[in-house]
């Protein structure tokens, strides 16, 4: 009999695709809205990433591992979600900044001097800011930045997930299993 459970790999890849594409459709729904909220952002990549992790886990205890999860395991896939969904997202950050939308950073730029010159601050330290700030406002680093954003948002969900989802395997459950391979070596 051919054993069709999932692996970790899979279950993993698998949210991570699903959460992954939900994220580039709000995020091109946000832009194309013209939304630049970082704070709507945020709560969107929570909100998604949680989902995803949470279903992995569910599928990976329920559909793999028959059930039963341990903080570890959970823990283990929660991560691995989160480090795909990393790489996936940095690579559209990427293409979504170099080629989507190159003027994508001037407008985070343009709306980062106003909010300085709403604080008051002077020229001088408007100037020195902006160059400090464009610096790291390249697509390349703004990749860098999805992929450590990205893995500290899921190792905050792994870790709550991970302890929610958690079930140890029914003692009753597991001694009919030791039974049942038993008799199968002894039947060899």
């Known amino acids: 009999m051919e054993n069709t459970q999932p692996t970790q790999m899979q279950v993993s890849t698998k949210y991570a695709l699903i959460g992954s594409l939900l994220l580039i459709i709000a995020g091109m729904a946000l832009y194309m809205m013209g939304v ?3 704070t709507v952002s945020n709560v969107i990549n929570l909100v998604v990433m949680s989902i995803a992790i ?3 886990l569910r599928t990976y205890r329920d559909e793999t591992l028959g059930g039963s999860l341990t903080f570890g395991q959970g823990f283990g896939t929660g991560m691995l979600i989160s480090l795909i969904m990393g790489v996936l997202m940095a690579i559209w950050t990427y293409v979504f900044m170099a080629f989507v939308a190159p003027d994508f950073i001037e407008k985070i730029l343009d709306m980062s001097r106003e909010s300085m010159i709403d604080r008051g601050m002077d020229d001088d330290t408007i100037e020195q800011a902006m160059k400090q700030t464009a610096a790291f406002m390249t697509p390349a680093m703004m990749s860098v930045f999805a992929v450590v954003g990205t893995l500290l948002f ?7 997930s991970a302890a929610i989802i958690q079930k140890k395997p029914d003692p009753e459950l597991q001694y009919e299993e030791e039974i049942l391979d038993s008799t199968d070596s002894e039947s060899v």
Do not use: A, D, E
């Open 36 to 38: 630049m909220n970082n």
């Open 54 to 56: 949470v279903l992995g």
């Open 154 to 160: 899921g190792l905050v969900i792994s870790l709550i």
